[in-house]
């Protein structure tokens, strides 16, 4: 299994302060504060949900659980066996009907894929995607909209902002629908000028 | 899912120079509640925020216009002795019943379970209240259909409410993709456009 890592998420100094944590007793964490000031169990519920995603400040039977954690997380192990996938911060992804949950802590490729199978409009809830997202996902996908389709050619997203760009149609649209959408209230003029730059990159 | 089981107060209620508090809705949409996608959506702040708000595949949501004063939208605390709850109470005065309205009133009253995105008046200090969404967690069912023609300049009144016992876990939860522009792409990305009939 490919696993993900919030590790990103953590300056040098949190580095830093990782590894004291680690070299601390229970005791002092959950009694003592930092050289800084801050009580360690402060920090502690500071740095968990930048690695694994949620916290419950107000759990005290969870405290141990957390330190226990904390102490074996291996950012760098982590961090080598990166996946293709990265939520936004703070996403989690809910199993439905279980307790379970994923975050860019234990999702894994596959988990992601699925996940994005079951409905393209969650593509948003991603900072980072394979390249080559649409030959993973195949034909087995729910899409809301249909392709973005000028004179008989097809264009991805960026592809058909660019040209709407060149005609000077800004846009802030980022799905298909969206574009699609923006396609079609063009002028009759703008759909001219359009038509006319797709069928020049016919010809190129 | 529970973010957070901490029930004590972490913040002050800080005092906003400058800031006046305004009534009124400006923009009102509904979703059909099944359209949503919960496993994709995703809330903050103990669920009072939605930080994405995910559609099913090929979902749209549907404008709801009005009068500037037909659009309004609240919440009211439920105390239970088995935990407390939020009712949210949609409003919209409908001001022409055609055949298309009526129809879309049937739906409703046949059973429809809605929530709605309202944009208010009072965006807060950066616009981060702009929007609010009422219903989320159970949907809203139609509690009044009221058309007198001797009342009201014979507009319909139509409110869809929480239904008891189905409370929902916070008030009317404020929503932001990122940005107040993110917010209104995803709007015009998503909402429904009738299609015209061929002439």
């Not at chain 1, 909209?145 to 060149?166: Q, T, W």
């Not at chain 2, 609240?74 to 407390?84: F, I, K, Q, T």
């Not at chain 2, 522009?181 to 009939?197: F, G, M, Q």
Request: net charge negative; with cysteine.
């Amino acid at each position: 299994m490919n696993q993900l890592s919030r590790s990103h998420n953590l300056t040098g100094k949190d580095e830093e302060l990782l590894e004291i944590i680690k070299g601390c007793s229970y005791e002092t964490l959950t009694k003592k504060s930092h050289t800084d000031g801050t009580p360690f169990l402060k920090h502690i519920f500071r740095l968990y949900p930048l690695i694994f995603g949620e916290v419950c400040t107000g759990c005290p039977s969870k405290i141990p659980g957390y330190i226990s954690k904390l102490k074996n997380f291996n950012s760098k192990k982590m961090e080598s066996t990166k996946s293709n996938f990265q939520l936004k911060k703070g996403t989690i992804i809910p199993v439905f009907g279980t307790s379970k949950s994923y975050s860019n802590q234990n999702l894994t490729d596959e988990v992601a894929l699925e996940f994005l199978k079951g409905n393209l409009n969650r593509r948003k809830l991603f900072v980072k995607v394979p390249d080559n997202l649409d030959e993973l996902l195949g034909g087995d996908v729910e899409k809301g909209n249909d392709e973005i389709i000028i004179n008989e050619v097809s264009f991805d997203i960026e592809a058909a902002r660019d040209l709407l760009d060149r005609i000077d149609v800004q846009t802030n649209a980022k799905t298909i629908f969206g574009i699609n959408k923006v396609i079609s209230k063009l002028t009759d003029e703008q759909k001219e000028s359009l038509h006319q730059l797709v069928e020049g990159l016919k010809g190129e | 899912m529970a973010e957070n089981c901490n029930s004590k107060l972490a913040g002050s209620f800080a005092k906003r120079c400058g800031h006046k508090a305004k009534a009124g809705v400006k923009e009102k949409y509904y979703i059909n509640h099944d359209d949503i996608d919960f496993v994709g959506t995703q809330t903050a702040r103990r669920g009072t925020s939605v930080t994405a708000l995910v559609l099913k595949a090929g979902a749209k949501i549907y404008s709801a216009e009005s009068v500037n004063a037909g659009r309004k939208v609240m919440h009211a605390l439920a105390v239970g002795d088995y935990g407390n709850g939020y009712t949210h109470t949609d409003t919209l005065i409908v001001t022409y019943r055609g055949e298309e309205e009526s129809e879309r009133i049937q739906e409703l009253v046949d059973g429809g379970r809605v929530v709605t995105i309202n944009r208010m008046v009072d965006g807060g200090e950066n616009g981060e209240t702009s929007y609010k969404i009422a219903g989320l967690e159970s949907g809203m069912l139609i509690t009044n259909d009221d058309y007198d023609s001797s009342a009201n300049n014979g507009t319909t009144t139509l409110i869809v409410a929480t239904k008891e016992g189905e409370e929902e876990a916070t008030g009317l939860k404020s929503w932001s993709e990122g940005s107040l522009a993110d917010t209104e792409t995803w709007i015009s990305e998503n909402l429904y456009e009738p299609v015209e009939p061929e002439p």
